[in-house]
């Protein structure tokens, strides 16, 4: 119930920075994630703020099962 | 006892409005902390070791905490790679705080600074090492040795991710306590007694949307800052002031509400932060015209001047209209002559930064910016032992009982007119750890919690059913805009006084707009829209307390600069400016020049 407000509510971060990546995120592809994506998803949400960033801006690889996601935070 | 739901409590308060407090589910605790943030953690850890049952309060999970964004470090004269001491550290954070800042409380924390690092040490915060094992330090700016003389190096750092590390190592060490935490809980309003005790908070589970009563014998706020009054923020979007606001809803005055520190440096568009690194490494600010304007105002320091004088230099271009862009409203920062390799290895993140936010490469093209709210000096009154002190009967500083305040939403006053990188993270870790210990002073003479009003949540549902049953409302998004525009405008870096004057009545139209907002989700599970309206509300708090506060300041000091009275003037406004809510009254009270032991540090020029 109410996946949505729960995960936008995740996205709310210690740093700016994600706050916005996650919001633009959840604007563009959220609604368009499949089972396997949304799962995906809320792994990374779990990370600590710094790890997650780190992921996002290409420094770390991070697990390869995540990668379909993060290519989306990636670019947006 | 039953539990009620917001409908059912709707319907209550409508039908039996004498029964509606006794209907909610009351929880008791020694003591209640709001936040838990790098503030809010230090004291829990100090709380819980000492066997007291404590609960704390996060909007979200404790390690998401703005804290974490702190990369500067921690001050401490720790003179572990030059020779330094507490007492020039006090002179520097005097001087910093444009003489605003009480000496008491700075001679107390800069004396505490090296205990609370190497506590934190202990606990396991994984601090860069020199090669003799010891704490590694780096310079940073407004750090001096001998009161004024050659750069210091006091600064305590764990790479650039000093709040990381420091959040973590309380987490973990409060999980080891045994302290409780309510993640996803939002505190509505502070409960206070007929004689004007605290005894605790109502607040929302925003799981369920269950209101309940937190009732606690000592209850601390650690609610961070709130720079998302502003357009250009970059703070994140859970700072939103909550702490204060509770506080001004419940008769407490807001303490310097006009000092708010702006970075010169943020993205033009959405505020992320670009460190003071890049003008370290010889990045520059260039206008439209290619002009490499802070030679005008800093011929010595340039690009490298205090932050106040560098956002005033760009607000000063920006408004003589020399700004770039379709709008000229933005300024370029510009590091492609570093090269490549520099830029590549010194400012990676940096330029991450750029790339996402700014859509621009800093190695072939300049970074667009503007000056942005970073921090707040003011905030709800404190001594510093963390109490929250107001006027009330006879003095200007009485306690409130039960009531402590530490971190950012408060104002001990430390930080004065201006806050030093820094001193934020040490000013967490000091008043936290001394806020903790005076509750566990004060938990032993007052054994017994006090009576709870019969009225004590009555105000908090109040509201949550004004949002509920709202038709033909306002958008929470727009007012939310509208206020950040309007402070941006009138309450900015540069304060003129028409435009403060207008700026006043502008900010009241918008606090009574927000009073009428209206969701469209009237669902109790995780209801983020009403969370958002109330967030709103509170932000409203502190923007009327901050153009108020403003308007009335006619002098320039700090961060707050006036043009219409461009000096400091220490004869008439030597002072700390108290808001009091009701009525939107200013009051003030004395600076306290009068340090605990030294000689007190008489005002002068702030020259660097």
């Given at each position: 119930m109410k996946k949505l407000e729960r995960a936008r509510w995740r996205c709310r971060r210690g740093l700016l920075e994600l706050d916005i990546v996650l919001q633009r995120f959840m604007d563009e592809y959220y609604a368009k994630l499949d089972e396997?994506?949304?799962?995906?998803?809320?792994?990374?949400?779990?990370?600590?703020?710094?790890?997650?960033?780190?992921?996002?801006?290409?420094?770390?690889?991070?697990?390869?099962?995540?990668?379909?996601?993060?290519?989306?935070?990636?670019?947006? | 006892m039953k539990s009620y739901g917001i409908y059912e409590l709707n319907y209550a308060i409508c039908e039996f409005k004498h029964e509606i407090s006794v209907a909610i589910v009351r929880r008791k605790f020694d003591a209640v902390i709001v936040g838990a943030g790098g503030a809010g953690m230090r004291a829990a850890l100090q709380l819980s070791e000492a066997g007291l049952k404590v609960a704390v309060l996060s909007k979200v999970f404790p390690t998401r905490s703005h804290t974490v964004a702190a990369q500067g470090g921690i001050a401490a004269a720790l003179g572990n790679v030059t020779e330094d001491n507490w007492h020039w550290h006090m002179y520097d954070t005097v001087k910093g705080s444009d003489y605003l800042g009480d000496q008491d409380a700075i001679e107390f924390m800069c004396r505490q600074a090296s205990e609370v690092v190497y506590e934190l040490e202990h606990y396991g915060m994984p601090f860069d090492r020199l090669e003799n094992g010891k704490i590694y330090q780096r310079p940073f700016g407004?750090?001096?040795?001998?009161?004024?003389?050659?750069?210091?190096?006091r600064s305590c750092a764990a790479a650039d991710r000093t709040g990381h590390a420091m959040l973590h190592t309380l987490y973990q060490r409060n999980v080891q306590a045994n302290t409780q935490f309510f993640v996803e809980w939002m505190a509505l309003d502070l409960i206070r007694d007929e004689e004007g005790d605290v005894c605790g908070v109502t607040a929302l589970d925003i799981e369920t949307g269950e209101v309940m009563a937190l009732q606690a014998?000592?209850?601390?706020?650690?609610?961070?800052?709130?720079?998302?009054?502003?357009?250009?923020?970059?703070?994140?979007?859970?700072?939103t002031g909550d702490g204060l606001a509770m506080s001004a809803r419940a008769g407490v005055p807001l303490e310097d509400m006009?000092?708010?520190?702006?970075?010169?440096?943020?993205?033009?568009?959405?505020?992320?932060?670009?460190?003071?690194?890049?003008?370290?490494?010889?990045?520059?600010?260039?206008?439209k015209d290619g002009e490499r304007f802070m030679e005008r105002y800093a011929p010595n320091a340039k690009d490298l001047a205090s932050r106040d004088v560098v956002s005033r230099a760009l607000t000063t271009e920006l408004k003589e209209g020399r700004g770039c862009g379709r709008d000229a409203d933005y300024l370029l920062l510009k590091l492609d002559h570093l090269g490549a390799d520099v830029i590549k290895?010194?400012?990676?993140?940096?330029?991450?930064?750029?790339?996402?936010?700014?859509?621009?490469?800093?190695?072939?093209?300049?970074?667009?910016?503007?000056?942005?709210?970073?921090?707040?000096?003011?905030?709800?009154?404190?001594?510093?032992?963390?109490?929250?002190?107001a006027p009330y009967k006879t003095g200007p500083e009485e306690v409130v009982q039960g009531f402590y305040a530490v971190g950012e939403c408060a104002c001990v006053s430390v930080h004065g007119g201006n806050r030093l990188g820094t001193n934020s993270l040490l000013d967490i870790l000091v008043f936290g750890r001394a806020a903790g210990n005076r509750m566990i002073e004060d938990l032993k003479k007052n054994r017994h919690h006090k009576h709870l009003p019969a009225d004590a949540s009555d105000k908090a549902l109040a509201r949550l059913s004004r949002l509920n049953d709202q038709k033909d409302g306002e958008s929470v998004a727009q007012v939310g805009d509208l206020l950040r525009k309007t402070m941006q405008t009138h309450c900015g870096v540069f304060r003129f006084p028409d435009m403060l004057k207008q700026g006043v009545e502008k900010i009241g139209e918008v606090a009574e707009r927000a009073m009428r907002t209206e969701i469209k989700d009237k669902s109790r599970v995780f209801n983020t829209a009403r969370v958002e309206a109330l967030e709103l509300e509170n932000l409203v708090e502190v923007a009327v307390a901050t153009m108020v506060s403003a308007e009335a300041r006619t002098e320039s000091r700090g961060a707050h600069a006036r043009d219409d009275f461009p000096n400091r003037d220490d004869d008439r406004w030597l002072k700390h400016t108290l808001y009091f809510r009701e009525g939107q009254r200013l009051d003030y009270k004395p600076v306290r020049l009068k340090p605990l032991t030294v000689e007190s540090f008489p005002p002068k020029a702030r020259t660097y």
């Open positions: 396997a994506e949304l799962g995906q998803f809320e792994t990374l949400l779990d990370l600590p703020d710094n790890d997650l960033w780190d992921m996002i801006t290409l420094k770390e690889t991070g697990n390869g099962n995540l990668q379909p996601v993060l290519r989306l935070l990636q670019k947006v | 407004g750090q001096s040795q001998n009161f004024g003389g050659a750069q210091a190096t014998r000592a209850t601390l706020f650690a609610t961070g800052g709130g720079a998302r009054i502003f357009s250009a923020s970059t703070n994140a979007f859970i700072n006009e000092f708010w520190q702006f970075h010169p440096t943020g993205v033009y568009g959405v505020g992320v932060l670009i460190s003071e690194a890049v003008r370290g490494e010889g990045g520059y600010l260039l206008n290895t010194r400012l990676p993140g940096i330029r991450e930064i750029a790339i996402k936010f700014a859509h621009a490469d800093p190695i072939h093209d300049p970074i667009p910016v503007v000056p942005t709210a970073h921090y707040m000096m003011g905030g709800i009154p404190t001594n510093f032992y963390g109490q929250v002190v």
